[in-house]
């Protein structure tokens, strides 16, 4: 189903997702933040200061943005294979953190 073009009475800030860039509300998105010291990290506070980028809790998306090297691009840093793993698995914590609420 398609959502109205305009919904003004209940605007949320959106970000796209590095992934599969579709736009969704900020606070269901995951932040990856490069540090002013260069470490990758997810942010789960949305409140670390640095560069970030945003990915949705579908754990493909960090694959595309991987594959794309989209992620690389929107923090403008290299994200080495170590820290693809993490991601992931800090991506996997967060989505079960989420299905048991
Ligand atoms: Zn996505």
Do not use: W
Not at 18 to 35: A, D, E, Q
Not at 61 to 87: F, M, W
């Amino acid at each position: 189903m398609q959502q109205p073009a305009q919904a003004k009475a209940y605007q949320k800030p959106e970000r796209r997702c590095t992934g599969c860039g579709n736009r969704f509300p900020k606070n269901t998105l995951i932040r990856v933040v490069r540090s002013p010291e260069g470490s990758v990290s997810l942010d789960g506070t949305g409140k670390k200061s640095g560069r970030g980028a945003y990915l949705c809790r579908n754990p493909k998306c960090l694959q595309k943005a991987k594959k794309g090297n989209r992620l690389q691009a929107a923090l403008d840093c290299v994200v080495s294979e170590e820290i693809y793993a993490t991601l992931e698995a800090q991506l996997a914590e967060y989505v079960h953190e989420s299905d048991r609420k």
